[in-house]
T-cell receptor
Framework: GQNIDQPTEMTATEGAIVQINCTYQTSGFNGLFWYQQHAGEAPTFLSYNVLDGLEEKGRFSSFLSRSKGYSYLLLKELQMKDSASYLCAVLDSNYQLIWGAGTKLIIKP | DAMVIQNPRYQVTQFGKPVTLSCSQTLNHNVMYWYQQKSSQAPKLLFHYYDKDFNNEADTPDNFQSRRPNTSFCFLDIRSPGLGDAAMYLC?????????????FGPGTRLTVL
């Protein structure tokens, strides 16, 4: 079966750095997405990785290791508005998105 | 601005009373998706259309139907809503299925079943 694992919840402090991990087992791989979802709202795109390595985009970076079936999302200089759920999703061999359940990130002052 | 629009944002229906949710897009994307998302869970894909080609997920209940009359619009019909169908329903679009399939989401419709 196909599976995406990520922690259910994480807590961090405003101004700090947090790393949200995602491991996956899917039938094929055509890229990995990170989405941010605020409570009661739709997911919004953060990043896409298809090659190994780190992609940096402002305060957010995403890393991929295909051989390990592993990715992480790194958030720097945390702000209160970063409190949200972060969803990892993998594009499988049929180009279907397989979603993780999301990691709820709580930012404390 | 190009976007994905869902109406209504909040829908209340009674147990067993049919309901239709709508989605429209100005992105001119080929693919449209309907997802169901319950609290603290991953979005669950119900169906998707590649142009007019309809793709039903194997575990989508028969109670859920969809229509895509043209490129811009897609509808989700729930024929006899049960209490377990209360959820957020997300519509998304993408240009095509490969090689890069970023999905753009509408704001969602939160369905309450009384």
């Amino acid at each position: 079966g196909q599976n995406i694992d990520q922690p259910t919840e994480m807590t961090a402090t405003e101004g700090a750095i947090v790393q949200i991990n995602c491991t996956y087992q899917t039938s094929g791989f055509n890229g990995l997405f990170w989405y941010q979802q605020h409570a009661g709202e739709a997911p919004t795109f953060l990043s896409y990785n298809v090659l190994d390595g780190l992609e940096e985009k402002g305060r957010f970076s995403s890393f991929l290791s295909r051989s390990k079936g592993y990715s992480y999302l790194l958030l720097k200089e945390l702000q209160m508005k970063d409190s949200a759920s972060y969803l990892c999703a993998v594009l499988d061999s049929n180009y279907q998105l397989i979603w993780g359940a999301g990691t709820k990130l709580i930012i404390k002052p | 601005d190009a976007m994905v629009i869902q109406n209504p944002r909040y829908q209340v229906t009674q147990f067993g009373k049919p309901v239709t949710l709508s989605c429209s897009q100005t992105l001119n994307h080929n693919v449209m998706y309907w997802y169901q998302q319950k609290s603290s869970q991953a979005p669950k894909l119900l169906f998707h259309y590649y142009d007019k080609d309809f793709n039903n997920e194997a575990d989508t209940p028969d109670n859920f139907q969809s229509r895509r009359p043209n490129t811009s619009f897609c509808f989700l019909d729930i024929r006899s809503p049960g209490l377990g169908d209360a959820a957020m329903y997300l519509c998304a679009t993408s240009r095509g299925t490969e090689p890069y399939n970023e999905q753009f989401f509408g704001p969602g419709t939160r369905l309450t079943v009384l």
